[in-house]
C-alpha cells in the first residue's frame, strides 16, 4: 500500500505565504512524477506545478513566478512553497504521484487534499 499525506494548510491573507506539505510512504520501489493539483467546489481538478523525477517543473500559468515545487527524493518529500497568495489560490490541494512499487508495477496515487483560503 502506498499513502501520501498532504499537511501545511490553512488560513492566510492575500499576500501572505503557505508551505505545503506531501509524505509519500509504504511499499515504493520508485517515484516518478509528482504534482500538486487543486480544485474548487463546481471545478475539475486542475495541475497547479509538476516536478519530474530528474527535477524538471512545470507551472499553471496561474502561479507561475510566486509557487516553486520541491521534491527530496531521499525522503519520498513533495512540496509546493506558495508566495504572494491571492484569493483565487482558495482551493482544497492534493498532492499527486506516480510510484512504482516494484519493478513491474506502477500506480497514480493521491493524497487526501489539504484547505488553502486566502482571505482578501
Known amino acids: 500500500q502506498v499513502q501520501l499525506v498532504e499537511s501545511g494548510g490553512g488560513l492566510v491573507q492575500a499576500g501572505g505565504s503557505l508551505r505545503l506539505s506531501c509524505a509519500a510512504s509504504g511499499i515504493i520501489y520508485r517515484i516518478r512524477a509528482m504534482g500538486w493539483y487543486r480544485q474548487v467546489p463546481g471545478k475539475q481538478r486542475e495541475l497547479v506545478a509538476g516536478?519530474?523525477?530528474?527535477?524538471?517543473?512545470n507551472y499553471a500559468d496561474s502561479v507561475k513566478g510566486r509557487f516553486t515545487i520541491i521534491r527530496d527524493n531521499a525522503k519520498n518529500m513533495l512540496y509546493l512553497q506558495m508566495n504572494s497568495l491571492k484569493p483565487e489560490d482558495t482551493a482544497v490541494y492534493y498532492c499527486n504521484a506516480d510510484i512504482m512499487t516494484d519493478w513491474a508495477a506502477r500506480g497514480d496515487f493521491w493524497g487526501q487534499g489539504t484547505q488553502v483560503t486566502v482571505s482578501s
Open positions: 516536478i519530474t523525477s530528474g527535477g524538471s517543473t
